[in-house]
């Protein structure tokens, strides 16, 4: 009777109102070096619990389903793990290349595709199952890989320069070849809009750039002479181009292997200022709805932010928020900025208006914030 | 012991997994006829149940919460609702005024603010609580009230012109006048940087802008002439600037009174095209990742959804999706289109790759249909 009595009372607690949880204002927090997930809240400022055996997550990153309920991380050893948050469990694990770097989700949420080096490539999975859909090889790596509207993916290797634009709305994948961006392709993104496909380039001064509402998309190179008068420096980390910025008209773009942000027009593709900033850049990632860009930096001057005035080029602000910041993540209305400390152990939660920190959160070895609000991003 | 072997069962089944919800895909259709809402799953296509008891919502608008479970719903008989989906229950109602037009969410989410007609003016409400927090009175009748980032809004009066910038991120509200927007405001929008504030006017010919990123915005007048060598016939329906569809750096524009769309650069203001349209265009909305804007028309040819790419300016589809087209909501990524139609009691999907009919679902008199990742977005 006692445990009757127990059940009862169980039953009749309201479960439902109390421990629903909506997800539109959680998000991961990569911890690289224990192979594990800090999941968070955003409205509370708060870890809501930690999800562990994703293997290698030395070099992660991570996309979301389109109800914001399942993450697919993808590790450095070549995982790809499905994660429910809402459950807060690996669903779906497969070790499917042996090195990867990155993936992308299609726009209708069914494909889920991974971008590969050993061996080179890219493979498509079903994103309910993780079953293999696709299988399309390289002649190298593969970098830069994003989802295109159409249920359409667009990747670069690195090895040959070769972009291309993958379709896979019907029975069978077509592929089309875009054309050669120029010598070893670092990085790609896709502007906001799907517009511009924007390759980078590191064995030679430059940027390449696609135009996918084009039918026939061809290459077009820029910034081929940026630093012609200086000495460029030892690249200490490679710029990571999904930070790219695009704001007042203009995309903030990294000087590789140099201490400065490039500011490029978009439709006419000219450089309309250099800005001096305090290392070289690794993100530099637009605060939503505003006229600011903020910078971090490669190692060893990884322990300071700067804010970028795109409208001036100016530097306004520049912050200490700890030892090893490896990445930033803002809130979709950009009332805040998320900044993982990797060696203080920590994620700093920033105001952006003040530019003041207002709380911190504990977390090991943090690198990638990932908010669910980019399930709603094109190219994210 | 029936009773005891039945709870057991009940304990033991695998609730957590089966029935949670995440709310990224979700999505509330408004019955204007019948007061209530249906709860539309985006991946599924489907309706997931009806939820009822929101009064007079014959004009009605709603805005998310930032984790995307509660929507905020405005209803023309002043009452503001808050409304739980994943419970599916009105969790909060109050009739804060005699008649109200639509509100907004400050980005940390926690204020709701209502623009009203009778009395005009404008309520600024807790979140949770819908306690009254703030009441700032007006003129005349409020119109265009937007949320700015930074805890903040902003709003026009239609009698007087003024237009006003609320802060409420501090202990009292500080209400800052931006100037006189010009004759009677018939509605204005925020571009999605929160850049430019947008508003039409109906009095005199018009929109005129104001910089929202400068400290001391000041209003500037544009398209004051358009049209002048035609002849304007009686608006049928006024049309909806939240629609104001923003692309290829350029406002696709409603002409007023007229069978067309205008289109205006965003940096020089400077009319660049005009498009000749079905009929008065209602809302011109830009569907996501693409060169395209959706437009709907006001009665009596309300029974066509036409489509212009805004790189050549030309209508490049006529669709009839059914009687009484009163909204369209895209997918985040663009991948499909939601459209009501009132009198056939149906919301129409379409793909917007092939601009063909994929799935419709029942409703009662639908209206507006607003998808959860309205939570992410700046304005709306």
Redesign the interface.
């Given at each position: 009777m006692k445990?009757?009595a127990l059940?009862?009372a169980?039953?009749a607690t309201p479960l439902?109102?109390e421990d629903?949880v909506?997800?539109?204002?959680?998000g991961l927090v990569i911890e690289r070096a224990t192979g594990s997930l800090v999941l968070v809240d955003?409205?509370d400022r708060a870890a809501l619990g930690r999800i562990e055996g994703l293997g290698d997550l030395s070099h992660a990153s991570l996309t979301?389903?389109?109800?914001?309920?399942f993450a697919y991380v993808f590790g450095r050893d070549g995982g790809l793990t499905k994660v429910?948050?809402?459950?807060r469990q690996v669903v779906a694990r497969t070790v499917q290349a042996g090195n990867s770097i990155g993936g992308a989700i299609s726009?209708?949420?069914k494909l889920v595709a991974v971008s590969n080096y050993e061996p080179g490539g890219v493979k498509v999975f079903d994103a309910q199952t993780l079953e293999l859909v696709a299988d399309i090889p390289a002649a190298g790596k593969t970098i830069g890989l994003v989802?295109v509207?159409?249920?359409r993916f667009a990747w670069t290797i690195w090895d040959t320069g070769e972009v291309f634009l993958g379709d896979f709305?019907g029975a069978e994948p077509v592929i089309t070849p875009l054309g050669n961006a120029g010598k070893n392709p670092f990085d790609a993104v896709l502007t906001?809009?799907?517009?511009t496909y924007l390759v980078g380039l590191f064995g030679e001064k430059g940027v390449t750039s696609f135009d996918l509402?084009d039918p026939a998309p061809k290459p077009q190179k820029f910034l081929t002479d940026y630093g012609k008068d200086g000495e460029d420096m030892p690249v200490y980390k490679m710029p990571h181009l999904q930070g790219w910025a695009f704001?007042?008209?203009q995309y903030a773009l990294p000087a590789v292997g140099r201490h400065e942000i490039l500011w490029v027009d978009?439709?006419s593709e000219k450089t309309v200022a250099t800005t001096p900033v305090h290392g070289q850049p690794v993100f530099i990632i637009a605060q939503?709805?505003?006229?600011y860009v903020w910078v971090n930096f490669a190692t060893p001057l990884n322990d300071t932010v700067q804010v970028v005035d795109s409208?001036t080029h100016e530097v306004v602000a520049t912050l200490s928020p700890g030892k090893a910041v490896l990445h930033m993540e803002f809130?979709?209305?950009?009332?805040e900025v998320w900044i993982s400390s990797r060696d203080d152990n920590k994620v700093l939660i920033y105001d952006?208006?003040t530019r003041e920190k207002v709380a911190e959160i504990a977390a090991e070895a943090p690198s990638g914030i990932f908010f669910?609000?980019r399930?709603?991003?094109?190219?994210l």
């Open positions: 445990r009757l059940l009862a169980f039953l439902w109102a629903l909506a997800t539109g204002d959680l955003r409205s979301y389903s389109p109800d914001e309920r429910d948050i809402l459950t726009d209708d949420g989802d509207p159409g249920r709305s906001d809009d799907a517009h509402w704001t007042e008209g978009r439709a939503p709805a505003s006229p409208r809130a979709p209305r950009g009332a952006t208006r669910t609000a399930a709603h991003q094109t190219g």
